[in-house]
């Protein structure tokens, strides 16, 4: 079963670039692959409503590759829940399960949000938190699993380099 991280940069008001790496274990220091996506078809930012602008880049590319690398984590850049309302990950596993596709949803915002049921994750010695939700294990577990990352700051290394791709800083040899 193999791990999936994303992430979304916009390039312009209609194109964006959504990235992905793969890896194996929580604590891999390397992935197995990277891809990354040209993406159109989003709208603006709605604050509160971030989701309806990074579903449309990222389902794509989680679809095809929840189904080849037999992926049963996805990590998203976000939350999964805001309290009452569904973030961008609740909306990644409603979608991806009307295609029959079940994976754990984590995931990591670099912002807290009031009101969210968020694990504050430390990392390296950084004083300043992730905040951690999850779907299909409890938030104290994913906490647990992103604070294994490897990577000695704040922001694990996979993580920054699937923000790193996005930005086409890194080009990824499997696109």
Known sequence: MMILATDVHY???VEARAAAVV?????DPAPVAMYADRATGFGPYI???FYERELPCLLPMLRWLSSAHDV?????DG?????TQAGLGRHVANALAEDNLTPAIVGVAKTQ?????AEAVLRGESTTPLWVTASGLP???AGNHVRAMYGRFRMPTLLLLVDHIARGH?????T
Not at 23 to 27: I, K, Q
Not at 79 to 83: A, I, R
Not at 170 to 174: D, E, G
Request: hydrophobic letters at 35%; glycine letters at 8%.
């Open 11 to 13: 390039l312009s008001e």
């Open 23 to 27: 890896f194996e274990h929580w604590d």
């Open 47 to 49: 604050p509160g409503r």
């Open 72 to 76: 049963d984590t996805i990590v998203v």
């Open 79 to 83: 939350y999964v829940d805001l309290g």
């Open 113 to 117: 949000f009031e009101g969210a049921p």
């Open 139 to 141: 938030n104290t577990e």
């Open 170 to 174: 890194v080009v990824p040899s499997s």
